[in-house]
């Protein structure tokens, strides 16, 4: 149990399109789901925190209008990447929290490799 | 704050010797500690968890950390590496985020290699 789907897990795009990744718990119910970013060799960077039905809370830096996050349902959260350009271009991984309080336990999905050319 | 640190970025090991990769908590309160693995172009994978109790966990894959209080550690261990162990590893610590939600905080990541 416990698993974290994202699609597509690969994409490249043309500078100045707009990319959607989807992220979706595929056996539990999430009340929160977590986007993050990764560079080669580095940590994850955490974005921002969905909770279903209300707006995501960026971190500092993240700008928001830029990484549009829509969490429409308990088992379901989006990230569009709008107006891509080449410095977008990264690894992003969504995780996702079971409704029920687990001590903060989170579920990653397999990660999102966006190429923006 | 809640932080952990990974203080090697890289740990080489030959197949079939024991590994130990590192890290060191600050946390205020009981900590709550996670060990996370990746495999190249993966998403992250969990490995183990201390909330309370023994001091030594058990995992998936073979691995285990001891929990130490007085160093504030929680080393991840293996007694006997495998090749196919080669990846990144993240040690974790939860950070209260305000509004009930907690966010995890990672560690820079330790680049195990083991050679055949």
């Known amino acids: 149990g416990a698993v974290v789907s994202q699609h597509p897990s690969w994409v490249i795009c043309k500078s100045g399109t707009s990319v959607k990744i989807e992220c979706r718990s595929l056996d539990f119910q999430a009340t929160t789901m977590f986007w993050y970013r990764q560079f080669p060799k580095q940590s994850l960077m955490l974005m921002a925190t969905?909770?279903?039905?209300?707006?995501?809370?960026?971190e500092q830096g993240v700008e928001k209008d830029k990484f549009l996050i829509n969490h429409a349902s308990l088992t379901l959260s989006t990230l569009t990447v709008t107006s891509a350009h080449p410095e977008d271009s990264s690894f992003y991984i969504c995780s996702a929290r079971p409704k029920r309080e687990d001590y903060n336990e989170q579920f990653f999905g397999p990660g999102t490799r966006l190429t923006v050319l | 704050a809640q932080s952990v640190a990974q203080p090697e970025d890289q740990v080489n090991v030959a197949e079939g010797n024991p590994l130990t990769v590192k890290c060191t908590y600050s946390v205020s309160g009981n900590p709550y500690l996670f060990w996370y693995v990746q495999y190249p172009n993966r998403g992250l994978q969990f490995l183990l968890k201390y909330i309370t109790g023994d001091n030594l966990v058990k995992g998936s894959y073979g691995f285990e950390a001891e929990f130490n209080k007085s160093q504030t550690s929680f080393h991840l261990k293996k007694p006997s590496a495998l090749v196919s162990d080669s990846a990144l590893y993240f040690c974790a610590v939860p950070a209260y985020s305000g509004a009930g939600s907690y966010q995890l905080t990672f560690g820079k990541g330790t680049k195990l290699s083991v050679i055949p």
């Open positions: 969905s909770n279903e039905g209300s707006k995501a809370t960026y």
